[in-house]
């Protein structure tokens, strides 16, 4: 059974949808965040706007003083 249809089995049992994505994300690792992150530095695009807001609010990945 492929990917797709079983995500079609688990939206008709869970009532649910899920979606699976055709095209390929962006080339690019957790570390290349934590570091633009901790140097302030991220930027529009890397990852959903929510991610990047709740990082930067939290001030995760950032060196304490």
Known sequence: EGAYEFAQALNIKYGDRIVIAREKGLDIS???IRRLAGDN???AGLMPNAVSDYIRLNHL???ED
Do not use: D, K, V
Request: a positive charge; hydrophobic letters at 35%.
């Open 30 to 32: 957790s570390s290349l």
């Open 41 to 43: 530095r991220l930027a």
């Open 61 to 63: 990945y950032t060196q």
